[in-house]
């Protein structure tokens, strides 16, 4: 089972959010944890390692690190525009 790390960008953002949304967050973390390439996950167009997670309005972007075991969850946000992923790609490394 892989590593979950949150960075601190998405940390603050997940304390900004209602209760509600903060445990579907953490619900969709858990699925994370045991599957990081489940059925609910996307990969980013034009990045080897970037995927996102869709929990109803918001998005978690993320990297999945295959050799290190590890998902690094860089950011979480609500989803407004097609350009919301743009603007984020320079987060994915």
Excluded: C, H
């Amino acid at each position: 089972m892989p590593n979950l790390v949150v960075f601190s960008r998405a940390e603050k953002n997940f304390l900004k959010f209602s209760k509600v949304i903060q445990e579907q967050v953490w619900r969709a973390f858990d699925e994370l944890e045991k599957d990081p390439l489940n059925q609910k996950v996307k990969k980013l167009r034009n990045s080897k390692r970037g995927y996102r997670m869709r929990v109803g309005k918001y998005r978690i972007l993320f990297t999945f690190l295959k050799k290190e075991k590890e998902v690094q969850v860089v950011d979480i946000f609500m989803k407004k525009s097609p350009n919301d992923y743009l603007q984020r790609r320079k987060l994915i490394f």
